[in-house]
T-cell receptor, first 113, second 114 residues
């Protein structure tokens, strides 16, 4: 079975632009979580979605938003990009709502110039 | 509030030596605890997890960790380091009752010398 997939793998944007990152969970998994990993740091929780509803939100500004589709794939949107948004964005899926076991995708590396 | 502290941003061991990566946590509710490994330019791979069953947890690639509630620790060990173990290791905590937020430590970079 395919693991968690994310697209694109790399992205370069300029300040003020908007970006959409995509994630497809493992087949049968209903929960998707998003994390931001700045270089040299651990991943920071952004959102969790389960059954198309937001179940958790980290300490990120409203410029960050996400949604989950009926097929459980998910998009993360970031508006008005700042230089500090440059990071590896990781998506993780899990079978249920609890983050007991998460399976991570390879990430999307975003560079904001 | 939950938090995770990984002691030592860098750890260097010789091939064949014991690996010990330290993790302390704080949590107001019984936690789930995890260790993940990240190789360069890759996502995170789960090494092992503690979910309130046995306090000594065995994971993949010969790693294990022991949950010590009295010390609020969940240190990762491996008896004999291999060159392929060189990577970044992250300890993480999430609540098993209420809340859906997983908190990661800052990571420990493991170097293995030949």
């Amino acid at each position: 079975d395919a693991g968690v997939t994310q697209s694109p793998t790399h992205l370069i944007k300029t300040r003020g632009q908007q970006v959409t990152l995509r994630c497809s969970p493992i087949s049968g998994h209903k929960s998707v979580s998003w994390y931001q990993q700045v270089l040299g740091q651990g991943p920071q929780f952004i959102f969790q979605y389960y059954e198309k509803e937001e179940r958790g939100r980290g300490n990120f500004p409203d410029r960050f938003s996400a949604r989950q589709f009926p097929n459980y794939s998910s998009e993360l949107n970031v508006n008005a990009l700042l230089l500090g948004d440059s990071a590896l964005y990781l998506c993780a899926s899990s079978p249920g709502a609890r983050q007991e076991t998460q399976y991570f995708g390879p990430g999307t590396r975003l560079l904001v110039l | 509030a939950q938090s995770v502290t990984q002691l030592g941003s860098h750890v260097s061991v010789s091939e064949g030596a014991l690996v010990l990566l330290r993790c302390n946590y704080s949590s107001s509710v019984p936690p789930y605890l995890f260790w993940y490994v990240q190789y360069p330019n890759q996502g995170l791979q789960l090494l092992l997890k503690y979910t309130s069953a046995a306090t000594l947890v065995k994971g993949i690639n010969g790693f294990e960790a022991e949950f010590k509630k009295s010390e609020t620790s969940f240190h990762l060990t491996k008896p004999s380091a291999h060159m392929s173990d060189a990577a970044e290791y992250f300890c993480a905590v999430s609540p098993n009752t209420g809340g859906f937020k997983t908190i990661f430590g800052a990571g420990t970079r493991l170097f293995v010398k030949a």
